[in-house]
């Protein structure tokens, strides 16, 4: 099975310039983990709820410290055409919790590891796993 009809489609998007005050309460009021940030290069990065937690244990004041200083700038993105299996490979290897998607080289949304599990299970209960 395919990742692309797993993917979250609204995605939160912010920038590199907002706030992590502004990009926590968003994510609360999302009830998401990650954020997609639109980089002024145009590139796809990432701000997660552990990029958050780094933030708030390192004393920094959120109100004014940007999502630039804390996103991973460089994520690993994922093909809407990888197989679930092999996504949660890489989520395993590399301990993160979330993926770009991308198709064609385009963000299309994101995929957690809520997604997988939930793909996962319906795959065993369908016998498609052992």
């Not at 997660?48 to 109100?63: F, K, Q, W």
Request: aromatic letters at 2%; glycine letters at 6%; a negative charge.
């Amino acid at each position: 099975m395919e990742i692309g009809p797993l993917v979250t489609e609204r995605l939160l998007s912010v920038g590199p310039h907002h706030s992590l005050l502004e990009t926590a309460r968003k994510m609360q009021d999302r009830n998401v983990g990650a954020a997609l940030v639109l980089t002024d290069e145009g590139h796809p990065a990432i701000i997660t709820e552990r990029d958050l937690l780094r933030a708030v244990s390192e004393g920094v004041d959120l109100s004014v410290t940007t999502v630039s200083i804390y996103m991973t700038s460089t994520p690993v993105c994922a093909s809407v055409e990888w197989e679930v299996v092999e996504a949660a490979k890489i989520m395993r290897r590399g301990g993160f919790r979330h993926l770009i998607v991308l198709d064609d080289g385009a963000v299309v949304g994101m995929l957690s590891i809520r997604d997988l599990v939930d793909a996962l299970v319906e795959m065993h209960e369908q016998s498609l796993l052992p």
